[in-house]
Nanobody, 121 residues
Framework: QVQLVESGGGLVQPGGSPRLSCAAS????????MGWYRQAPGKQRELVAA???????NYADSVKGRFTISRDNAKNTVYVQMNSLKPEDTAVYYC???????????????WGQGTQVTVSS
């Protein structure tokens, strides 16, 4: 069984710089890409940032230059440093991992439970 556990959300003032973390655990043979998605009220879930096992990154245009994704492969953990937050960044942020589960013998997408980030003064 695989679990993704996020941490680091909460209420943040505009311009703030929180960091979200997501640790994957369980029957993991290998993790390919990891990423962060977000879903604001009334909107579809969207990609925020993603990183491959080799460190290649991809960002949504709306966060380029403000967010930085990184990962610690030894800890199966992905981070996103969010700088210069705006009210429009308010959303539930979800961690995603494309990984191979050795008990199920298959590669699948796994999701965390989500962490709320609210940007407000």
């Amino acid at each position: 069984q695989v679990q993704l556990v996020e941490s680091g959300g909460g209420l943040v003032q505009p311009g703030g710089s929180p960091r979200l973390s997501c640790a994957a655990s369980g029957s993991i043979f290998s993790i390919y890409a990891m990423g962060w998605y977000r879903q604001a009220p009334g909107k579809q879930r969207e990609l925020v940032a993603a990183i491959t096992s080799r460190g290649s990154t991809n960002y949504a245009d709306s966060v380029k230059g403000r967010f930085t994704i990184s990962r610690d492969n030894a800890k199966n953990t992905v981070y996103v440093q969010m700088n210069s937050l705006k009210p429009e960044d308010t959303a539930v942020y979800y961690c995603n991992a494309d990984l191979y589960d050795y008990t199920l013998s298959r590669r699948s997408d796994y999701w965390g439970q989500g962490t709320q980030v609210t940007v407000s003064s």
